[in-house]
Every structure is written in structure tokens, then in C-alpha cells.
């Protein structure tokens, strides 16, 4: 008879090893999604035990007490007591503690044990502890917090046969002993006494390093220095961006090519009319567009979770905090900024590292100010069409310097923005507090990493890839029908309602120098920026192909004025050009109002800057 | 590395203290701070980062800008703070 499916819940503090002792009993069998009405990611595995109990996982957010003073320490509270909706109450609770930090973890487990659930501590990452001369009188640990205790080693092969072992022994029980939950939220004199009795029990049960971590503290003397850190600092983001823009461009020219390639054999083998034209300008165009931008994703995904693995992001936070204060930011808001400049979606995804509202919903509206990757391509184009590659002061390329140049306003406006909203929002509010742990040092663990990037990936394609392929169906739509009528000689877009609609619009983009077939160029561009490059090609009539880049940006250096090219540059910088952005804000946000405030003031930003460019640049002749 | 406490006035707020300062945490006094958090929320924080009376502290690094945040060896683990909230704990 199968035995129904046995719930297990992992508990434990921040940077416990809680999600290593997950990926390495449950492998890949894994399902990330989100827990129902909030942007907590719900991590459930599935593993089979020794005695072939079937074993259901779900690996809670990290939290320092039940309290729940964020939505993701809500979760762990609300799933251990059986309050979160659609969840079971967990038949077992495993908590799971770092055995070379326990001070923090015994009184999570203290705490825990008032939920009355069953409970087993899994002492983790038992190896570091015993080469650092921690020794753990295990038996004694066991009598004195009432629960089992077992040891584990997360990374090495056989590290959690104990677990295992115990978690069958446990299951085989008709009923675990449990008693009625009495849990309440703990006062401070409650925490303080239950500190002191953590203390007491690890003072009896535990003998403490006679070594302790110099390898982290020499490491931090070097990387908290508070010159040296940040020039540290500098230089991995250096590194990081060289990998982003130079080594994920290869990779992307194939996908590109790939794609463009499997659109000219559809021509060739579809008859031309309307299902050739969709799958070959909707669907593949469109599925391209997003795909192309997953080897960066990719790589900025790497880099953060081994920066975040190795223990060194909470460092980045406690460097830029200070810093990133200056203008009303929080020093947690440097991940997130940080993956912005590959994409925004998991820039604000990442903002959930930020407690504090406020402080979250400043790096939200801020995070599309940074230049993420989809304006490359846009950018890319204008400068070589408009700006002359020659030298300045003997040595800095001018296009170059163009295209940095970009990327500094996109930071100072995401500053000054930040710094404005902190003025007339919020200037009388002390700032939230900055209260992080800065975990030991750890080599990264290449098998962590690859279930990481694996399973951000696949979220990016799927969120990413529905709103932008249901848009450039809508956009192939627009751009298709109504159809030229018979024996027309201008191209078919002119008929069509994109162009209507581009025209309806031109009147209020001639201020900023964009013609109708910039305004038409835009419509899609709200999809993605780079869905931009290709709508002018279609606008201006281009025959795609491999010279497809380099042809329309002759023709744009033929049809636009310089001005008008500077307008569309600044118009880029600031616009809300990105319909998966603006839904994922309203996702994180949990609702509308917050998406449309990004819209609008976006919005306003670029139409100012764009004005002022256009204007500047004729009043000194480029008109 | 010197410890920077004045023999006169040996009680003194972890805000204060300077890199190289060790000592025990005497008392939370969440008031001190003039923090964003309420004092009781602030102390609850402090006590679940391990900072309760009678852990023994110590200021490891410095930030750049007004010497703030701080990063504190306490017991164990390292923390980091702002000045701001330290101003809550009491050592000697």
C-alpha cells in the first residue's frame, strides 16, 4: 500500500545552509512558484527515503524568530502554525541549524518548540564545525531542547544519511508525540530569556572553537577596508559588466542568428500571407526577442548567487550603505540595483531582500532608471549611425564615451529620483535600520549554483516570454491589419492601425523631433526597447537580414537630423518602455496604483529630457 | 589595535565606539536609539542578532562615511549595524 505523502517543513536562520541540505536531498526535483496573493517564493522538493517513504520538502524562508516582521518571515510562521491557505500542516518540522553559529539557532528552536509541532534539529555543516575544534555533545543537546538531533553535512555524498535514517524512524511513528500549539508572539523579555536559556544549554552541551574563522576575518580586513573594500568592490563590478556585455555577445549572435535563421526558413517554406507573416514577425520574432537576452541574464544570475554564495553580498550592502544613504536608499537596495543592468524583472524580484515598504517600493520605482540590457541594442544603433568614431583627447573612442555617458545619467537620474521621493515623501522618517549578518566565508558549491541559474531561467522565460510574446502578437496585429488595399504602392504599414495610431500620436512627439514613424516605432517598443530597432526596420521598409542593423542605421543617418537622434537617445534613458516591467511591478507591488506612478513619472522624464535635448541640439545647429 | 575607552567613564554606547573597542553588552536600551523602529522592536531585533546583556562585542571594520555602519563580532557571529541602532546597546 503506498503511504500517503509525508510533509516536511525546513526552518532556520538566514545563511544557516538551509538551502543546501534542501538541494541535496531533494536534487532537482524541485518546483518554484509563489505562495497564493504574495511574492514569497514557495521552494517544495520531493525525495524518497531509505525505507521508501515518499517525502514532500519545503524550504521556508530564513527567519530569526516567528515574529514575521516581513511577508517572507510571515510564511514561515503562518506554514508552521497551518495558517497559510492552501498549505498542510507539516508533519514535521526541520530545523536546521549552521553547528559553527548555534547562539541564534537554539533560540529559533526554543521558540519553535511552543508551535508544538514535531521536531528534529539537523546540526548542518558539521565538517566546517569540527575542523574548527567546535565539538557538540550531541546526546546532551538532544535531552535538553526535548527533540532529536542529528548531524549533517549538506555537500558531501551520505552527509544527510542520519537524516534520513531519523525521518523514516519518525514517519513509522502511528502519532507523534505533539502538544497544543501555545505559540505567541514573544516579548522582550521573553527573547531575552530565551537567549539566556540558548546560552545556558550551549555553555552545557557545546565546547566552543578553540579556533576561530581566521580565514573570514582575514578576508574581511582586506574587503571591509573601508577605502580598499570599495575599490574591491569596484573592480568585481567591473568584471561583472565585462562578462555581461563581452562574453554573453557571442552566445547571443547565435541565438539571434538561430532565430533569424529558423524565420527565413518559415518564409521560404510557408506560403506568403498571413500565417507566414505571424510566425515569422510574431511568434519567432517576438520568442527571439526575449531569448536572446537569456545568456546575460544568465551570467548576471552567476554572478550574484556566488557572490551571494560565498557570502560576500551582505559585505557589497555594508559597504554601499552608507553611500547609496546619501540618496535615501538602503544599503539591501545594491542587489537589486545591481541586477538591473541586466533586467529589471529580477532587479525588483530582488527587492524582497528589503523589509522595510518604503525602502522597497523607492528601489522599485528607481531599478528601470538603471540601463538594462534591452537599451543596448538601441543604443548600439544610433551611435554608430550618428555619432563619428573618432578619437577624443588622443585616446578615448567618442562612441564609447557616448554610450558610458548613457549609463551615467540612467544611474544619477535613478539617484536623484530616489533622493526626490525621499525629500517630499518621507524626508521627516528616520531611516529604516540596517541590521544584517555578515555569514562566514564558504566556497560555493558548483551544484547549488547550477540549480540556482537553472531555476531562475526557466522563471525568467516563462514570466518574461508570455507578456512579450502576447504583446508582439498584439504588435503584429497592429502593424498587419487592416491590409494594404490591392495595387498599393506605399509600404503595407502605412494602412495599417499601427500607422494610424503613430499618426494620431505624432502632434504630441513633434515637440521632441520624432516623426510618425518614430511614434509607430515606440508602440512596440512598449513590449521591449529592443522590439524598437526592429519596428523602425519594418517602418522604414527594410528587407531584414544579416546587414539588416547596419542598413536602417544608413537610412536613419539619411532621414533624422542629429537633434532628433539626441532627442531618441534621451527618450530611451528614462521611458517606461517595457511591458514586463510595468507587470511586474504590479505584481510585487499588489497592485496598480504603484505600476502607473512608474508609468507616469517614466513617462515625464523622458518627454522633459527629450524636449530639452531636441532644443539644445538645434539651438546649436543640428537641427 | 587600541581599545578606546576613557578609565573615568567606562560605560559607554556600541554607537560610539570606535574600530578595536571590545567589551560586554550591559543593558538594551532601546529609547537611546534614535532609530525608525519603536524601542521595544528595536531591542527584539538586537536580542535575535545575539546581542543580550552579558555577550561579549567587538567593532571589526568601520564604513567610510562617518565611520558608519559598523560591522561587531558578537560572541560568535558578525554583525552589521548602523550607529544609529547601536546607540541602543550599552556596553562596558
Not at chain 1, 511574492?39 to 530569526?64: H, N
Not at chain 1, 574548527?132 to 558531501?156: E, K, M, N, Q
Not at chain 1, 500571407?273 to 510566425?279: A, D, E, K, N
Not at chain 1, 538601441?378 to 573618432?390: E, M, S
Request: hydrophobic share 50%.
Amino acid at each position: 500500500m503506498e503511504a500517503p505523502l509525508y510533509n516536511i517543513v525546513l526552518v532556520g536562520t538566514p545563511n544557516c545552509g538551509k538551502t543546501s541540505l534542501f538541494n541535496a536531498l531533494t536534487g532537482s526535483r524541485q518546483k518554484v512558484a509563489n505562495y497564493p496573493g504574495v511574492t514569497v517564493e514557495r521552494k517544495q522538493g520531493f525525495f524518497v527515503t531509505p525505507r521508501g517513504r515518499q517525502v514532500s520538502l519545503i524550504d521556508l524562508p530564513g527567519t530569526y524568530s516567528l515574529r514575521g516582521r516581513s511577508p517572507d518571515e510571515e510564511i514561515t510562521r503562518d506554514v508552521v502554525l497551518g495558517r497559510a491557505t492552501g498549505e498542510t500542516l507539516p508533519e514535521l518540522v526541520l530545523c536546521v541549524a549552521d553547528a559553527t553559529n548555534l547562539r541564534l539557532a537554539i533560540r529559533l528552536v526554543l521558540e519553535m518548540k511552543h508551535t508544538g509541532r514535531p521536531m528534529v534539529l539537523a546540526l548542518n555543516m558539521f565538517d566546517i564545525a569540527t575542523r574548527r575544534g567546535i565539538t557538540v555533545d550531541v546526546p546532551a543537546l538532544s535531552a535538553a531542547l526535548g527533540i532529536p538531533v542529528v548531524t549533517s553535512i549538506a555537500v558531501r555524498k551520505g552527509g544527510t544519511d542520519e537524516l534520513l535514517r531519523l525521518t523514516d524512524a519518525i514517519a513509522a511513528e502511528a502519532a507523534p508525540a505533539t502538544h497544543e500549539n501555545d505559540w505567541q508572539p514573544h516579548s522582550v523579555a521573553e527573547l531575552r530569556a530565551t537567549q539566556r536559556e540558548a546560552d545556558r544549554i550551549i555553555k552545557e552541551t557545546v565546547s566552543l572553537p578553540a579556533r576561530p574563522d581566521t580565514w573570514t576575518a582575514r578576508v574581511d580586513s582586506v574587503v571591509l577596508h573601508p577605502v580598499f573594500g570599495l575599490v574591491i568592490l569596484a573592480a568585481i563590478l567591473f568584471v561583472m559588466f565585462q562578462a555581461v556585455f563581452a562574453w554573453a555577445q557571442p552566445v547571443m549572435e547565435l541565438i539571434a542568428g538561430g532565430f533569424e535563421a529558423l524565420g527565413q526558413w518559415v518564409q521560404a517554406t510557408l506560403p506568403a500571407g498571413l500565417l507566414q507573416s505571424f510566425i515569422q514577425n510574431g511568434v519567432i520574432s517576438g520568442v527571439g526577442s526575449v531569448l536572446v537576452f537569456l545568456p546575460q541574464i544568465i551570467i548576471i544570475f552567476l554572478f550574484i548567487l556566488l557572490l551571494e554564495d560565498f557570502g560576500y553580498m551582505a559585505r557589497a550592502a555594508f559597504l554601499m550603505d552608507r553611500i547609496m544613504g546619501g540618496a535615501g536608499l538602503h544599503g539591501r537596495a545594491f542587489i537589486p540595483l545591481l541586477s538591473s543592468f541586466a533586467c529589471a524583472i529580477p532587479g525588483i524580484m530582488a527587492t524582497r531582500v528589503i523589509d522595510n515598504r518604503r525602502d522597497r517600493l523607492t528601489t522599485i520605482l528607481i531599478a528601470p532608471l538603471m540601463t538594462c540590457s534591452a537599451r543596448i541594442p538601441v543604443y548600439t544603433l544610433i551611435i554608430a549611425a550618428f555619432i563619428p568614431a573618432k578619437q577624443v583627447w588622443g585616446w578615448i573612442n567618442l562612441q564609447g564615451l557616448v554610450m558610458f555617458g548613457l549609463y551615467v545619467i540612467g544611474i544619477a537620474s535613478a539617484m536623484a529620483v530616489s533622493a526626490l521621493i525621499k525629500f517630499f515623501m518621507w524626508r521627516d522618517d528616520a531611516p529604516a535600520p540596517f541590521m544584517l549578518e555578515l555569514p562566514d566565508y564558504k566556497l560555493p558549491r558548483l551544484k547549488s549554483i547550477a540549480i540556482g541559474i537553472y531555476t531562475r531561467a526557466m522563471m525568467f522565460l516563462q514570466r518574461a516570454g508570455t507578456t512579450i510574446f502576447s504583446m508582439m502578437v498584439l504588435i503584429w496585429f497592429l502593424a498587419s491589419f487592416p491590409q494594404a488595399p490591392v495595387g498599393a504602392t506605399d509600404p503595407a504599414i502605412d494602412y495599417s492601425l499601427a500607422a494610424m495610431i503613430g499618426r494620431f500620436i505624432e502632434p504630441v512627439l513633434a515637440p521632441l523631433g520624432f516623426n510618425w514613424q518614430i511614434a509607430v516605432a515606440l508602440i512596440p517598443g512598449m513590449a521591449a526597447r529592443e522590439v524598437a530597432v526592429a519596428a523602425l526596420g519594418t517602418v522604414y521598409s527594410i528587407e531584414g537580414g544579416k546587414e539588416a542593423a547596419e542598413q536602417i542605421g544608413t537610412m536613419l543617418a539619411s532621414k533624422w537630423s542629429l537633434a532628433t537622434a539626441l532627442s531618441f537617445l534621451a527618450w530611451f534613458i528614462f521611458a517606461p518602455q517595457c511591458a514586463s516591467t510595468l507587470a511586474v511591478i504590479k505584481r510585487e507591488t499588489g497592485g496598480w496604483r504603484w505600476m502607473w506612478i512608474t508609468f507616469f513619472y517614466m513617462l515625464a522624464l523622458a518627454y522633459v529630457a527629450s524636449l530639452i535635448t531636441y532644443n539644445i541640439a538645434r539651438s546649436m545647429g543640428a537641427g | 589595535m587600541t581599545i578606546d575607552l576613557h578609565e573615568s567613564d567606562p560605560v559607554r554606547l556600541l554607537g560610539q565606539a570606535r574600530r578595536g573597542f571590545s567589551g560586554t553588552v550591559q543593558a538594551l536600551i532601546g529609547g537611546n536609539a534614535e532609530s525608525s523602529l519603536s524601542a521595544a522592536e528595536l531591542e527584539c531585533r538586537l536580542i535575535e542578532l545575539g546581542f543580550v546583556e552579558g555577550a561579549r562585542v567587538e567593532v571589526l571594520h568601520e564604513g567610510l562615511i562617518g565611520r558608519d555602519p559598523i560591522a561587531v563580532r558578537v560572541e560568535n557571529i558578525t554583525v552589521a549595524v548602523r550607529r544609529r541602532e547601536a546607540m541602543a546597546v550599552v556596553v562596558i
